[in-house]
């Protein structure tokens, strides 16, 4: 049972373009919301996270919007660069669950010039 | 530096043989974890220790066995009863009860 439901599987931008990548989830007892970043054969790593209470958070050209009632949460990254082309997971922890993470089955992004 | 070290990065073995992947971090970090990547499934949790000399299964742990008897290391052993035991294994650690994770650049096995 995929309790985080991610999408697109895959997505191609341009340079400058806004990238934005989806999740979903049903268990409300998710209390905490990464998303980690994957280059190829390297772990992934933590990108940025939100709580339940924040509807928004911003680091720099990454932004989580979350919609609680909705129980959607996206990533946009801002002015997409080729860099960034990675594969992003998003995450879900559940209170009480000690600190493990259920994770999204991944977003392939490319960026192209 | 701080980190998490996973040995060997790839690894061959033959159908039916046990086989340790290697996890050490110098992190500090109480708790550490075992996810399975395969292509299009994410990552699934497989065993995750919050303290030395205990651990818990996680959604996949049918065919792996687990040990923590130091706290900086979590080897995984792939058994001859893993059914489809080709992967990419990343291990990883976070304090406990804090929610970001540090991963190891994983191990990846192939069976044969």
């Known amino acids: 049972q995929q309790q985080v439901k991610q999408s697109p599987q895959s997505l191609i931008v341009q340079k400058g373009g806004i990238s934005i990548i989806n999740c979903a989830y049903e268990n409300t007892a998710f209390d905490y919301f990464p998303w980690y970043q994957q280059f190829p054969g390297k772990g992934p790593a933590l990108l940025i996270a939100?709580?339940?209470?924040?509807s928004e958070k911003k680091e720099g050209r990454f932004t989580i919007s979350f919609n609680k009632s909705a129980k959607q949460f996206s990533l946009h990254i801002m002015d997409s660069q080729p860099g960034d082309s990675a594969t992003y997971f998003c995450?879900?922890?559940?209170?009480?669950?000690?600190?493990?993470?259920?994770f999204g089955t991944g977003t392939q992004l490319k960026v192209e010039l | 530096d701080g980190g998490i070290t996973q040995s060997p990065k790839y690894l061959f073995r033959k159908e039916g043989q046990n086989v340790t992947l290697s996890c050490e971090q110098n992190?500090?970090?109480?708790?550490m974890y075992w996810y399975r990547q395969d292509p299009g499934q994410g990552l699934r949790l497989i065993y995750y220790s919050q303290i030395v000399n205990d651990f818990q299964k996680g959604d996949i742990a049918e065919g792996y066995s687990v040990s923590r008897e130091k706290k900086e290391s979590f080897p995984l052993t792939v058994t001859s009863a893993q059914k489809n035991p080709t992967a990419f294994y990343l291990c990883?650690?976070?304090?406990?009860?804090?929610?970001?994770?540090?991963f190891g650049s994983g191990t990846r096995l192939t069976v044969v």
């Open positions: 939100i709580r339940p209470d924040v």
């Open positions: 990883a650690s976070s304090l406990t009860g804090h929610r970001g994770y540090t």
């Open positions: 992190l500090n970090h109480d708790a």
């Open positions: 995450a879900a922890r559940v209170t009480g669950g000690g600190n493990k993470l259920t």
